[in-house]
């Protein structure tokens, strides 16, 4: 979670969060309006979301516009299950994938909706799409802060899969596996229709 003067960022997982972070910590680093979370492995905050944060720090984040980064379900979850796989040597089969499961650090099985919904317990007023990210990114803060550098794409074009998956769900998926991803979605595809205007199923 980043909090600002009039904003909350909140770190969705695999979402070009850490690259996010990275671009602001960068580009206002002089600002003291600006709070960024510890990355601190022995205490895991930054993915908290709004709830969370007010009742472990005591503090009122109601009056602050939301922002929060989001993905195409089909390439979020390819990248979480990689993300799981490689940290915890969790292998998920095309079977629990599909339909939108992941296993979690502890072995445990999640799901994409999940996840969502935790990150929108409050209603996010910027949505920034990993797809578009210099776009959004740009779009979004500049309502709320001077970067300073000014950013260009060059500073964009440093972003990389960190994942490995290599991006194309095609590989992954037929058109038929994606309608099958999406039904057994129903609060992302509720979601990234809103955000994006289609579902990528042909």
């Given at each position: 979670?980043?909090?600002?003067?009039?904003?909350?960022?909140?770190?969705?997982?695999?979402?070009?969060?850490?690259?996010?972070?990275?671009?602001?910590?960068?580009?206002?680093?002089?600002?003291?309006?600006?709070?960024?979370?510890?990355?601190?492995?022995?205490?895991?905050?930054?993915?908290?979301?709004?709830?969370?944060?007010?009742?472990?720090?005591?503090?009122?984040?109601?009056?602050?516009?939301?922002?929060?980064?989001?993905?195409?379900?089909?390439?979020?979850?390819?990248?979480?299950?990689?993300?799981?796989?490689?940290?915890?040597?969790?292998?998920?089969?095309?079977?629990?994938?599909?339909?939108?499961?992941?296993?979690?650090?502890?072995?445990?099985?999640?799901?994409?909706?999940?996840?969502?919904?935790?990150?929108?317990?409050?209603?996010?007023?910027?949505?920034?799409?990993?797809?578009?990210?210099?776009?959004?990114?740009?779009?979004?803060?500049?309502?709320?802060?001077?970067?300073?550098?000014?950013?260009?794409?060059?500073?964009?074009?440093?972003?990389?899969?960190?994942?490995?998956?290599?991006?194309?769900?095609?590989?992954?998926?037929?058109?038929?596996?994606?309608?099958?991803?999406?039904?057994?979605?129903?609060?992302?595809?509720?979601?990234?229709f809103e955000i994006y205007g289609n579902l990528l199923i042909d």
């Open positions: 979670m980043i909090i600002g003067e009039k904003f909350i960022w909140l770190h969705f997982p695999k979402c070009a969060g850490t690259f996010t972070e990275s671009l602001l910590k960068q580009h206002v680093h002089e600002d003291m309006a600006i709070e960024f979370d510890p990355i601190d492995p022995d205490n895991i905050i930054w993915h908290q979301n709004i709830p969370k944060r007010e009742e472990v720090a005591k503090v009122d984040l109601g009056s602050k516009d939301v922002i929060c980064n989001f993905r195409r379900l089909p390439s979020w979850i390819i990248s979480r299950v990689k993300y799981e796989e490689k940290r915890s040597g969790n292998i998920a089969p095309k079977a629990l994938y599909s339909v939108g499961n992941f296993y979690n650090d502890s072995g445990e099985i999640s799901h994409a909706d999940t996840v969502l919904k935790k990150h929108t317990t409050r209603v996010v007023n910027h949505w920034i799409r990993v797809e578009h990210l210099e776009e959004d990114f740009i779009n979004v803060f500049s309502k709320f802060i001077k970067f300073t550098p000014p950013l260009d794409s060059s500073f964009f074009q440093k972003r990389v899969n960190t994942s490995g998956w290599g991006n194309d769900i095609h590989n992954w998926f037929s058109n038929d596996d994606l309608i099958k991803l999406y039904n057994s979605c129903p609060l992302w595809s509720e979601y990234e």
